[in-house]
């Protein structure tokens, strides 16, 4: 089992950047493919990046390609997203999410954060 704990949120204008982190519990973290998810208020929740288990491969969203990037630390347990040149429409709460490597990428994550605020202003 792992636990995922989302920080680095906050208030920011358009144009600037934050650096989300998602620190996961468990000697297994190493074998979890991870993502990033985003929900705005209204919309139903959306992909915006993940990254394999070996830190080898990564998958963006359309809406963020290029602006933003995954990142892991196997070692510290840690997930990054780096988001640049953010835009009122990435306003959203945001989870980290974790799924065992060996599952196909049809199934589920099955292992979600508490969610970190982001709010972009313009």
């Known amino acids: 089992q792992v636990q995922l704990v989302e920080s680095g949120g906050g208030s920011v204008q358009a144009g600037d950047s934050l650096r989300l982190s998602c620190a996961g519990s468990?000697?297994?973290?190493?074998?979890?493919?991870m993502a990033w998810f985003r929900q705005a208020p209204g919309k139903e929740r959306e992909f915006v990046a993940q990254i394999v288990f070996s830190g080898g491969s990564t998958d963006y969203a359309d809406a963020v390609k290029g602006r933003v990037t995954i990142s892991r630390d196997n070692v510290k347990n840690t997930v990054w997203l780096q988001m640049n040149n953010l835009k009122p429409e990435d306003t959203a709460v945001y989870y980290c999410?974790?799924?065992?490597?060996?599952?196909?990428?049809?199934?589920?994550?099955?292992?979600w954060g508490q969610g970190t605020q982001v709010t972009v202003s313009s």
């Open positions: 468990g000697r297994a973290f190493t074998h979890y493919n």
């Open positions: 999410a974790a799924r065992w490597y060996a599952k196909p990428p049809t199934d589920e994550y099955e292992y």
